[in-house]
Each structure stands twice: as structure tokens, then as C-alpha cells.
T-cell receptor
Framework: KAGVTQTPRYLIKTRGQQVTLSCSPISGHRSVSWYQQTPGQGLQFLFEYFSETQRNKGNFPGRFSGRQFSNSRSEMNVSTLELGDSALYLC?????????????FGSGTQLSVL | DAKTTQPTSMDCAEGRAANLPCNHSTISGNEYVYWYRQIHSQGPQYIIHGLKNNETNEMASLIITEDRKSSTLILPHATLRDTAVYYCIVIYTGANSKLTFGKGITLSVRP
């Protein structure tokens, strides 16, 4: 079974631009969550989608948004990029979002904002 | 979610067991203990999780104390490829998507 696939693997943008990252979950998984990882803040939760609906949201500004499609694939968008948005963005999928679920992570998209 | 405390780093010799401790003294009855690890530049990898009983899978064993205030992840025969940052996380039912990873413990396996 293929794992979680994130594209692109690396991305370089400039301040003020916007970016869209893509995540394809493991086949059959309906929950997709997104995380931002930086050396200073560690791994922080962005949001979670289940069956095309946003279920949970972390403490990030409205510039960060996401969506999930009917095939469970998900995208996240960051508008008006800032230098501080440089990070590894990770996507994780799971069968559901109940107790005892295992999260399976992709390799991430490394975003650099210049 | 309950907080966890882990040592910053530890090392062990290749082929020996690696015992990684975690304190979660404020854990409540419905919170699970999860362990993930992250090898540099990759996404975190699920290792094991448990609620009350000890658990074992092909990767590791999880020993949870009777009062559930601490746990130990055991890698029975550590290899160089086990060098990684290991995260112990406590999470409540239905909220595992809000996983908060602390600093974790850096395990270095030496030849």
C-alpha cells in the first residue's frame, strides 16, 4: 500500500506570494491533518479534515487554510507568505479520528520563504 | 492533553536494548500514550501506543506503570538506523489530530 504522498518536496517562494501544498493520504484513510515543524517551535498542529469537513483547527492566522476533496486528498494554502512561514509542512492521514488511531505521516514539504 | 517529560538525549550500543523513559504524571483515565520517532528530514513514524496494558509489536515494547504516570519504550536490539528523535505523547480520545509533539528524546545508537 502506498504511503502518504506530499508534493512538492521542496519549495522556494518570496515574501507576499502564496503557496499551495498537496497531500494524498493512504488509500482508505478519511482523516488528513496538517502540521508545521520549525526548529524553534517544534511540530505544531494546523488543522484536520475528515470527510471534506474541517474538524479541528490549531492556533494559526487565517492566512493558513486548507480543504479536502471527495477522494480524501487534501491541500493547504498559505497566502501572503512571511519569512516566519519557512518550515517543514507535514501531512498525516488516519482511518478515522477516534480514540486509538495511528497517524501516518508523509515526508513533508520543505518551504523556504526568501 | 497531559504533558509529558522526557530526557533530552541518551545513547546506547548497537545490539543492546534501548529503554526510553517518559513521565506523564497528569495523565487521565481516557488518555492514550503514543510513541513516534522522527529521523532527520522525514515525517514522524508511528511506533506504538497503549492505554493501560503493556503492548508489543514488531518494532518495540511499551511498558506503562500501574499508576500510568510513566512509561518506557523499549527497542530490544537497537541498530544504527534507530538513531532518531523519539516523541512520547499523551492524547485524549477523538483529539489525536491535535497531537502536540514536545522536544522528544534524541537517541544515538553507537557502533
Amino acid at each position: 500500500k502506498a504511503g502518504v504522498t506530499q508534493t512538492p518536496r521542496y519549495l522556494i517562494k518570496t515574501r507576499g506570494q502564496q503557496v499551495t501544498l498537496s497531500c494524498s493520504p493512504i488509500s482508505g484513510h478519511r482523516s488528513v491533518s496538517w502540521y508545521q515543524q520549525t526548529p524553534g517551535q517544534g511540530l505544531q498542529f494546523l488543522f484536520e479534515y475528515f470527510s471534506e469537513t474541517q474538524r479541528n483547527k490549531g492556533n494559526f492566522p487565517g492566512r493558513f487554510s486548507g480543504r479536502q476533496f471527495s477522494n480524501s486528498r487534501s491541500e493547504m494554502n498559505v497566502s501572503t507568505l512571511e519569512l516566519g512561514d519557512s518550515a517543514l509542512y507535514l501531512c498525516a492521514s488516519s482511518l478515522g479520528s477516534g480514540a486509538g488511531e495511528k497517524l501516518f505521516f508523509g515526508s513533508g514539504t520543505q518551504l523556504s520563504v526568501l | 492533553d497531559a504533558k509529558t517529560t522526557q530526557p533530552t538525549s541518551m545513547d546506547c550500543a548497537e545490539g543492546r536494548a534501548a529503554n526510553l523513559p517518559c513521565n506523564h504524571s497528569t495523565i487521565s483515565g481516557n488518555e492514550y500514550v503514543y510513541w513516534y520517532r522522527q529521523i532527520h528530514s522525514q515525517g514522524p513514524q508511528y511506533i506504538i501506543h497503549g492505554l493501560k496494558n503493556n503492548e508489543t509489536n514488531e518494532m518495540a515494547s511499551l511498558i506503562i506503570t500501574e499508576d500510568r504516570k510513566s512509561s518506557t519504550l523499549i527497542l530490544p536490539h537497537a541498530t544504527l538506523r534507530d538513531t532518531a528523535v523519539y516523541y512520547c505523547i499523551v492524547i485524549y480520545t477523538g483529539a489525536n489530530s491535535k497531537l502536540t509533539f514536545g522536544k522528544g528524546i534524541t537517541l544515538s545508537v553507537r557502533p
